[in-house]
């Protein structure tokens, strides 16, 4: 496989388990505040993340490329608000959406088809992830100052499904 776009895939894949870490910590802040259904919500999403990771560890192994695993660093842990907490994840996404852009960038340029085509399944996902982070995150600050605004969301958000299999990262 490419070496260039073997390290690219394996950093890829160190990201989306640090999607997987800080989904999983916002679950526990929300947790923490007794927010159920945004708890519950953002634990969906990190197996999601951790799905994203997989499906790429697979692609590299089936590619006879080499999977090497980065250590990852510990996430925030604390926000100062729900918004906060929603905030971060946007940005995070927006940041994960560059990422994956330059990798098809890259995938492109060294003409790695088949990295190219697999790529795509991300590159729409990040549009559904950065349009859902982005709604979500402006609905909690208009209702910020009314707690039972924010009951209700948590009640919407408690009704995420579980994906079907975490490997399917769909
Ligand atoms: Fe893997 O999509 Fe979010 O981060």
């Not at 999607?19 to 923490?32: G, I």
């Not at 982005?134 to 408690?158: C, W, Y």
């Amino acid at each position: 496989m490419n070496p260039k776009v073997e390290k690219a895939l394996n950093e890829q894949i160190h990201a989306e388990f640090f999607s997987f870490y800080l989904y999983l910590s916002v679950s526990a802040y929300f947790t923490a505040i007794h927010l159920e259904g945004f708890a519950h919500w953002m634990r969906i999403q990190a197996q999601e993340e951790s799905g994203h990771a997989m499906k790429l560890f697979d692609f590299l192994n089936e590619r006879g490329g080499t999977v090497k695993l980065l250590p990852i660093d510990a996430p925030t842990r604390e926000w100062a608000s729900p918004s906060a907490a929603v905030e971060t994840v946007l940005n995070h996404e927006r940041a994960i959406s560059e990422r994956i852009n330059k990798l098809v960038d890259l995938a492109t340029s060294e003409n790695d088809h088949a990295t190219t085509v697999m790529l795509h399944w991300y590159v729409s996902e990040q549009v559904e992830e950065e349009a859902t982070a982005d709604t979500l995150f402006h609905q909690v600050k208009m209702v910020e100052s009314n707690p039972h605004g924010l009951l209700m969301i948590d009640r919407e958000l408690a009704a995420r499904p579980a994906p079907v299999a975490a490997t399917q990262g769909e």
